[in-house]
């Protein structure tokens, strides 16, 4: 049995209101790190070997650690990995189907990337712009280009996710009653 759509709802803006906090707190963690480690907010990327240039995005592995050392890079590879562990554990928990899982991780992800920006905007003023250059993520090599990539695929993701988490599943009949079931 499925929950109506509209019972899914405050489930959907649970998983909103998570990834801005989890954005927020990945947001203050990079502000942190950078001013102990005494390093500005944008990374310098020196040399590179590049594997793959799309233009908007570039899949790069960096000949230098891109942090102060290799031990910080490897340190904080390992932070992304689990925050995608994190995201992935909050999708399971909020639906029992497989489509409505990945919806729900998409909607986490996407929420939380987003509004990473908006948090470090805020609190720092960094980005100044969409054009601005970011390293994205570090698995399984260095994502390098403008904030406008992530976020313009996040966007997409965020509608596709909430799309997904919202839907009713093909070949159902009109759900019972919410008090019924619990996805």
Sequence with gaps: MNRPRAARVPNLL?????????????????????HLL???MAYVIG?????????????????????????ITRTETF??????????AVAWLSARSWVRRLGAFLVAFATWDITYYVWLRLLVGWPQGLRTQD???????????????????????????????????RGSRRAEPAALDHD
């Design 135 to 169: 390293v994205f993520f570090l698995i399984p090599v260095t994502w390098v280009g403008p904030v406008a990539t992530p976020v313009a695929i996040s966007t997409a993701m965020l509608l596709a996710g909430a799309w997904l988490y919202l839907r009713r599943p």
């Design 38 to 40: 005494g390093v500005s």
């Design 79 to 88: 932070r992304e990995a689990a925050t995608i562990v994190v995201l992935a």
């Design 47 to 71: 040399p590179y070997r590049t594997h793959l240039d799309l233009g908007f995005i570039r899949f790069v592995t960096p000949t230098t650690p891109l942090l102060v050392s290799a031990e």
């Design 14 to 34: 649970a998983l909103l209101v998570f990834g801005a906090a989890f954005g927020f707190v990945e947001a203050a963690v990079v502000v942190y790190l950078r």
